[in-house]
């Protein structure tokens, strides 16, 4: 049975009579996109009824015409612009807006829970979390970003974000775009960007669930890198191909110059497409429910941010498979976010509970060279108080207990920019309970030294 009903667009008509609130000019423009991105994300029909959502005049002050991007817009072409343009139309037109938050650089628009793409023009039901949420928990540790009951916050999205990426493909990826081409350029470059990975993983173990406790640190990146810590649960398709449950914290000046913010995503096809049909960050595409009414893909409350040699401000993860549906559900800091429908995964490993998956805890970083620091910017040697660490780290088995990870295989790319050190614990060493990651980059000489810059 399929999840979604994929729906078939005629060519997308924009048709507006807008004041540029620049210049106090009303200007109207009839443009067409013979694009479909109706199988990324469906449109809401309109509805007098509805409090319509501000579209149309934010997109008055911005470039409707692929001829008038701003120098160091990076959009490939017309037909992508016009891709980007019919994307943003879906995604935000005729919503119904409750109530608007803003976070940080960030503005959500509070909106019934069924007008989020995973839920719009369908019937499927609602799924239940599997048990009660942690009295008084919250995901940020901020009270006053909460939406209304029966709705969930949707960050607003402009055109001026999606330009800053060469395709809309690119915008849907993991490294946000970088793979192929350096984000300074139009044009693709020959220098690849590259991702780092420093990871304890353990393969083939039937899993019902993960937890891992991280602590918050906003290491600094340059451009479009990224850098961030995480948990990844692994399956693969009858091919071959992986598919992921990833969730951990992230900072990507897209999302806030200076301050790191938790994220979720999934791919179902090994990271190929990119094109948002198989998998996306936070709400970008169909794939993820989200059923809290609290803001989560934003930054924290200072409070919960790490400090050098100070306070340790943690994100506390658990994913479980619920045992009547079969879906994914994950929680952070005690408040269930959401599911991940099983029928996304119809097939594959993760919608099979006698298949065994892969788990993965650690960091990753993008970027041509190792520049962007990880963790905390330190080297795990640094330990407590200075270096980002996980802990708690465990899989929940089919008999439904918790079990400690017994030691399993560490990967670090990059040794001299980037380190790893494990904690074992007692009895007999048979569990790691603890372990730091990080580095700061070509910040260490060494590092600079050795690591190879294309």
């Given amino acids: 049975m399929r999840l979604f009903t994929l729906l078939i667009l005629t060519p997308l008509v924009v048709a507006c009579a807008c004041v540029d609130e620049r210049a106090g000019e009303p200007r109207t423009f009839v443009e067409q996109a013979q694009v479909d991105v109706g199988d990324i994300v469906a449109p809401l029909p309109p509805n007098s009824h509805r409090r319509r959502s501000q579209l149309s005049g934010r997109l008055a ?3 409707m015409t692929f001829d008038a991007l701003p120098e160091g817009s990076q959009v490939a072409d017309a037909r992508e612009f016009e891709r980007m343009r019919a994307y943003l139309q879906n995604m935000s037109a005729n919503l119904t807006v409750l109530k608007t938050i803003q976070v940080g650089s960030q503005t959500f628009d509070c909106i019934p829970m069924r007008e989020q793409p995973s839920l ?4 499927e039901p609602v799924d239940m979390a599997p048990d009660p949420n942690t009295p008084g928990a919250l ?3 901020r009270p006053d970003a909460i939406c209304p009951p029966n709705s969930v916050p949707f960050a607003q999205l402009r055109m001026s974000v999606l330009t800053r990426f060469r395709t809309l493909d690119d915008f849907f990826s993991k490294d946000h775009g970088q793979t192929s081409y350096r984000f300074q350029s139009r044009t693709p470059a020959a220098p690849v960007v590259k991702h780092r990975y420093v990871v304890l993983y353990l393969k083939d173990e039937k899993t ?3 937890r891992s406790t991280l602590n918050i640190w906003s290491p600094s990146v340059a451009g479009n890198d990224m850098s961030l810590s995480q948990t990844w649960i692994v399956g693969k398709t009858p091919q071959s191909v992986t598919q992921t449950l990833e969730s951990g914290w992230q900072h990507w ?16 096809d090994g990271y190929k497409a990119n094109d948002g049909t198989k998998g996306c960050y936070n709400l970008r595409c169909k794939g993820f429910v989200q059923t809290t009414p609290q803001v989560v893909f934003a930054p924290f409350a200072d409070a919960l941010y790490s400090v050098k040699g100070g306070r ?4 506390a993860i658990e994913w479980r498979r619920k045992s009547d549906t079969g879906n994914w559900w994950v929680k952070m800091n005690g408040v269930w976010l959401g599911y991940y429908p099983a029928a996304l995964f119809a097939g594959a490993t993760l919608a099979n509970r006698n298949e065994p998956l892969e788990v993965e805890f650690g960091g990753e970083n993008t970027g041509i060279a190792p520049q962007a620091e990880m963790g905390s910017g330190e080297h795990a040697r ?7 660490y996980q802990s708690g780290m465990a899989r929940l088995n089919p008999a439904g207990q918790w079990v400690a990870m017994r030691p399993y295989t560490q990967s670090v790319d990059y040794p001299d920019c980037y380190s790893l050190e494990r904690v074992f614990g007692a009895p007999n060493n ?19 030294a050795s690591a190879p810059l294309l």
């Fill in 312 to 315: 340790q401000g943690e994100l």
């Fill in 253 to 268: 000046r897209g999302w806030d110059d200076s301050r790191s913010a938790p994220f979720i995503y999934s791919t179902r």
């Fill in 120 to 123: 719009r023009n369908t019937n």
């Fill in 139 to 141: 995901v940020l540790g």
């Fill in 61 to 63: 002050s911005e470039p």
């Fill in 208 to 210: 019902e669930g993960v």
């Fill in 382 to 388: 640094f330990k407590d108080g200075h270096a980002a």
């Fill in 430 to 448: 048979a569990s790691i309970t603890k372990f730091f990651f990080g580095g700061p980059g070509l910040r260490d000489p060494a590092c600079s």
